[in-house]
């Protein structure tokens, strides 16, 4: 079937456009280098302007890069967020959000950490993880250096970033050496059936564009590597297996009506509520996958949404 008819006006002739990625007939790295060169066009990050810095990595691994936007004005301890960028965990790079990235930390006033970690299948689960959260401890142990008021760090990210977003908070609280002001959720990957065979829900109205069934499974199958479900960190992989999710952060998930992802971001949520985790959960209508980042009113009032979110829980 097909659902154009379905996606946002303003944004239905971008969508039906949209490139997309078949890991059967098509190369990765050309995947990797137009999702780069469309995003950084798209928010206009070409231009933005950075810091940049190596951080300690994960025990025995190699250095993390950060990029970091600060807001206008520094007022002594700002809060934080950490950044993780989507691009299902396969592809993608923190500088190709620069532009929305930079809007961002003006809007709310708070320094932005993204941070560049290793992609699958080159280096499969849990490095991805353990670059965020090392770039985590980073963040909060110089926080004081940075300005950064350490009891206001949140942990944010979009698609595969929503999933590796999702996976560092749990990490936070099982660790036990960070506690998190909140989690930002968008659209995020959680699910490791998702598109499968095996998948809990399969509604034919969602995943058709951006972000489909046949990528879905490409990009786990990248991730997981051999990691078996019995696993004990399987539920870091995969957040929707997570045993138990009660002592996790105030948590916003948006997703979209459309989106490949819309069912087990749901249903996470309401496991977050039965759990007694402040949550709050917006789904949009006519929305596909990355439907915030395509120029539209939708577009504007999802991002008037996320700073509101944002400025709420820090």
Same mark, same amino acid.
């Given at each position: 079937? $097909? ?12 969508? !039906? &456009?949209?490139? &997309? ?17 469309? $995003?950084?066009?798209? #928010? ?11 951080? %300690? ?26 950044? +993780? ?15 929305? #990235? ?8 708070? #320094? ?54 999702? =996976?560092? @908070? ?50 786990? &199958?990248?991730?997981? =590597? ?12 995969? %957040? ?13 998930? #948006? ?10 971001? +749901? $249903? ?6 039965? @759990?007694?985790? &402040? ?17 539209? !009113? ?7 949404? +996320?700073? @509101? ?6």
């Amino acid at each position: 079937m $097909t659902t154009l008819g379905l996606v946002d006006a303003q944004q239905r002739d971008m969508v !039906a &456009s949209f490139p &997309s990625f078949d890991p059967e007939r098509d190369d990765l790295t050309k995947f990797r280098e137009e999702l780069v060169e469309g $995003t950084t066009a798209l #928010l206009k990050s070409g231009s933005v302007r950075y810091d940049e810095r190596m951080i %300690p990595g994960p025990e025995g691994a190699p250095d993390v890069r950060v990029i970091l936007f600060r807001p206008p004005e520094i007022r002594e301890a700002t809060p934080a967020i950490l950044y +993780v960028h989507g691009g299902g965990m396969i592809a993608g790079t923190p500088d190709m959000q620069a532009g929305a #990235l930079e809007r961002l930390a003006v809007e709310t006033g708070t #320094l932005i950490v993204s941070v560049d970690y290793r992609l699958a299948p080159e280096t499969p689960f849990p490095a991805g993880l353990e670059d965020v959260y090392a770039a985590l401890l980073w963040l909060h142990a110089g926080a004081g250096g940075l300005g950064v008021d350490p009891d206001r760090i949140m942990v944010m990210g979009d698609s595969g970033g929503g999933c590796l977003a999702a =996976g560092t @908070a749990l990490l936070a609280r099982d660790r036990g050496k960070v506690k998190l002001r909140a989690q930002v959720l968008i659209y995020p990957m959680l699910d490791v059936r998702t598109g499968g065979a095996d998948a809990p829900s399969d509604d034919p109205t969602t995943g058709e564009f951006v972000w489909t069934r046949a990528q879905n499974r490409h990009a786990w &199958s990248a991730v997981r =590597g051999g990691l078996a479900a019995t696993d004990p960190g399987f539920g870091y992989l995969s %957040p929707s297996f997570v045993r138990e999710v009660a002592g996790l952060p105030a948590t916003y998930i #948006l997703t979209g009506a459309l989106d490949l992802f819309r069912d087990e971001d +749901v $249903t996470f949520a309401h496991r977050l509520w039965r @759990a007694g985790v &402040s949550t709050e959960l917006v789904v949009y209508a006519n929305a596909v996958h990355g439907f915030d980042l395509l120029p539209s !009113a939708l577009a504007e009032r999802a991002h008037h949404d +996320v700073v @509101a979110a944002v400025r709420r829980l820090l």
